[in-house]
């Protein structure tokens, strides 16, 4: 009882002190016409204010301090012994936020003790990695984005945020708007891919859907932008690896996500574990203090990532724990993950002079405000009512929505012998791979919320529909399932069951083969350096194929996979990748023709690994064209073609679609109108991406032979046509300069408009 009243007095006191600010001539506290200025609430800068005004140094450098929960780790584990040592520092206001500690029950009881038992009872913010789901779980990040459906990857969020919020969760890394271009990279499955303009728009997308109109209301979460940044350019496609990358790539394909979730007001930042051009991103001032939170103005918090401040020592940047507090507490990183090395150092380190309070009282009233804008000081507990939890978690309304999410994030490849869509009635279909009656895989790598075995699996989806007889073989199984998020997978290598499958096969009339990759193959820490089939599946996928042709291959994985002998061979191949609780229903839906597939690739497939990173939207070189038939001295391979296996923004459908009538018009100074006719030329209904490409040809900075610049997702019953009308401005027509000045120049364009980034569909303006 005691404690509660500490609480009630600290936050009595502070509204009372808010209640005597300084007023200026208006009327209004000074305070409160720069908050406003500056987009801030003034009620709440008048609270963070007089709340820290309240604080002593420790407790405000206990706020930039974030302990993981004892019994769940999403990191190197830390040792047995700071359990304890947590406990008192939590007891001691000396910890502003938790992370992995999830379910109402268990948040209450932490949040308990932060209100109820520190001196000023500021209430914990409870962060978790709700990344493609919580319990009820979406397709992977990369899969969503394959739908380039904006609304439906809104909603995803959205639905994701109140099954977290439900179980006390307010603060999710997410969204990961990490640019790739390298398919070794295990964390592609986390990103929305190659492309900055459809990543910004998915940032958006997915930042509005997190955290909601009304960032108090019980339903909403804070998002994190996250890695801040270049995370996505490890060299060599190994994570965590050195990023090293000009001006030009960093302002024009790293940032103008992490710009776009900032503009639609994430609240928070996570900065990343690599380092950029010789800085660890931990302690880089020229990105946290001169470029988010000066040119961008962002107003919200930076939390490192687990342990990255600690990691500048391995780095050769900091000698000691001490000197990596300072550089990164100078360089504005805002809370510690699990370094321990704020609240160990920072005290000292303001007393010494080494970093000034003010970087710490800015950090304090960053966090205080986010935790003020989440409705905590009204109540603490309110994301965690065990009632609530028990009616949200897992409903109908949320179990509809990956679904819908799931069915629009599939991308078919292949679709010849007109296998796909499957008749209803009478056949006899062998189902086959071990991925098929897999419940766990098709989770995806982030699932930590979710429990083991809730999917439905490809084999339950195909047995809803009762038709045809489906027989299934398992065949050999290429990975131990059951695999903890921090150990790495192993393979098989046992050919067992591979003779049953083949005679099911030469059973069948169709061969549905579901291989690819475990979920636990991708993720953070999961970099490969082949990206092809594994073995033991291509042998089988060949053993299967020769008894039997008729073969669809329903592909599941985290990252594009160079499947050549696959694309020459196999007469259809659905992209599946992980999707999440409904997959199995997903799929069946989409092989039964109950939704017409709509989803594009939003990174290229290469052909092999060598041409790696590949990606559509390169420069051109000096030597871009084979000069003669034979001569070797342009740009190329001399035992790889230049062209991926699939290209960005490739994905077919049931139906056909043709282009035409491409016009410009309206041009003008940094302007011009582009409309295109589409026509749903084939048999069934379906949507089209339209895609909108420029290429600026000429400039004073090397511009990319394409850039994606528009897109629109268009319905069309079958013989239907529709005119799509895109508006190019300044936003599309420019580019940042290697000064990271955001320029437009005249001159001429090209633009390209079709169903892939390989249309050839294309026109041309001048701009003056
Ligand atoms: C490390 C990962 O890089 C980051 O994305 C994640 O949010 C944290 N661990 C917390 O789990």
């Keep these: 009882m005691k404690t509660r009243l500490n609480y009630v007095w600290g936050y009595a006191l502070a509204v009372l002190f808010c209640a005597c600010g300084n007023t200026n001539d208006t009327g209004k506290s000074a305070d409160t016409n720069v908050a406003s200025q500056q987009g801030l609430n003034p009620d709440i800068e008048r609270k963070v204010d007089s709340l820290l005004s309240l604080m002593t140094l420790e407790e405000k450098i206990g706020q930039m301090n974030q302990y993981t929960g004892f019994w769940e780790v999403t990191g190197p584990t830390p040792s047995e012994g700071n359990q304890a040592l947590k406990y008192e520092h939590l007891k001691k206001g000396w910890v502003g936020s938790m992370l992995n500690v999830t379910g109402a029950k268990e948040v209450t009881a932490l949040q308990k003790i932060a209100v109820e038992e520190t001196r000023l009872g500021i209430p914990l913010i409870i962060g978790f990695d709700v990344v493609h789901g919580y319990k ?48 070794r990279w295990g964390r592609v499955m986390e990103g929305a891919g190659e492309d900055p303009f459809l990543g910004s728009k998915i940032a958006t997308a997915r930042v509005q859907g997190f955290q909601g109109n009304d960032l108090s209301s019980n339903s909403t979460i804070a998002a994190c932008a996250k890695h801040f940044a270049a995370y996505g350019f490890p060299e060599s496609g190994k994570d965590y690896n050195t990023a090293d990358l000009g001006t030009s790539t960093l302002y024009n394909v790293v940032l103008p996500p992490f710009k776009a979730a900032n503009d639609a007001g994430a609240r928070t930042f996570m900065n990343s574990f690599n380092e950029l051009n010789g800085i660890p991103a931990t302690g880089d001032s020229f990105l946290q203090r001169q470029i988010l939170k000066g040119d961008w103005n962002f107003n919200g918090f930076v939390v490192s990532d687990w342990g990255s401040i600690g990691e500048m020592i391995a780095h050769g940047y900091a000698k000691d724990g001490k000197v990596a507090a300072k550089i990164a507490a100078n360089a504005g990183s805002d809370m510690d993950m699990e370094s321990h090395l704020y609240v160990e150092h920072l005290s000292q380190l303001v007393k010494d002079g080494a970093v000034k309070e003010a970087y710490i009282d800015d950090a304090t009233r960053r966090i205080l405000r986010v935790k003020y804008e989440l409705g905590l000081f009204e109540d603490p507990y309110k994301y965690s009512n065990e009632t609530n939890e028990a009616n949200v978690v897992g409903s109908t309304e949320i179990q509809e929505a990956v679904l819908d999410m799931a069915k629009k994030s599939i991308v078919l490849l292949k679709n010849e012998k007109q296998l796909l869509p499957l008749q209803k009635e009478g056949l006899n279909i062998a189902v086959i791979g071990a991925l098929a009656n897999d419940k766990t895989s098709p989770l995806g790598n982030w699932r930590l919320g979710a429990k083991n075995g809730t999917a439905v699996s490809l084999l339950e989806g195909l047995q809803a529909y009762e038709g045809n007889t489906i027989t299934y073989v398992q065949g050999p199984n290429f990975v131990e399932n059951d695999i903890a998020f921090s150990r790495q997978l192993e393979f098989n290598t046992s050919k067992k069951g591979l003779e049953e499958a083949v005679s099911a096969a030469k059973n069948a009339d169709v061969v549905l083969m579901a291989l690819g990759e475990h979920a636990m193959q991708t993720g953070e820490g999961r970099s490969q350096a082949n990206i092809e089939m594994d073995p033991l599946q291509q042998e089988l996928l060949e053993a299967v194929y020769n008894a039997n042709s008729n073969v669809v291959l329903v ?54 690994v060598g041409q790696v990173p590949i990606y559509y939207n390169h420069k051109s070189s000096g030597r871009p064209n084979e000069p003669s038939p034979g001569e070797v001295f342009w740009s190329h391979y001399t035992d790889e073609s230049n062209t991926p296996l699939y290209p960005f923004g490739y994905g077919l459908s049931y139906t056909s679609f043709e282009y035409n009538n491409l016009q410009v018009s309206n041009i003008g100074k940094n302007r011009a109108t582009i409309s295109v006719t589409v026509t749903n030329t084939g048999a069934y209904s379906g949507k089209e991406v339209v895609q909108l490409y420029i290429q600026d040809i000429f400039a004073s900075v090397t511009r990319p032979v394409k850039e994606l610049k528009g897109f629109e997702m268009v319905p069309l019953e079958s013989g239907a046509s529709k005119t799509v009308t895109f508006s190019l401005t300044e936003k599309e027509l420019g580019f940042y300069d290697n000064q990271g000045k955001y320029i437009v120049e005249p001159g001429g364009f090209k633009v390209f408009v079709g169903g892939s980034s390989t249309t050839d569909l294309e026109s041309k303006f001048t701009i003056n």
């Design 136 to 183: 009820t779980v979406s397709p992977i990040p990369l899969g969503e984005a394959a739908s380039w459906d904006l609304e439906a990857i809104q909603r995803s969020a959205e639905v994701a945020a109140k099954e977290a919020a439900a179980s006390g969760i307010n603060w999710t890394f997410a969204p990961m708007v990490d640019i790739s271009r390298d398919a």
């Design 555 to 608: 592909l599941s994985n985290g990252r594009p996979l160079a499947i050549n002998w696959a694309n020459e061979n196999i007469p259809a191949i659905l992209e599946t990748w992980h999707l999440g609780t409904q997959s199995g229903n997903a799929i069946a839906q989409v092989l039964y023709g109950d939704y017409n597939p709509s989803g594009k690739l939003p990174m290229t497939f290469p052909r092999s």
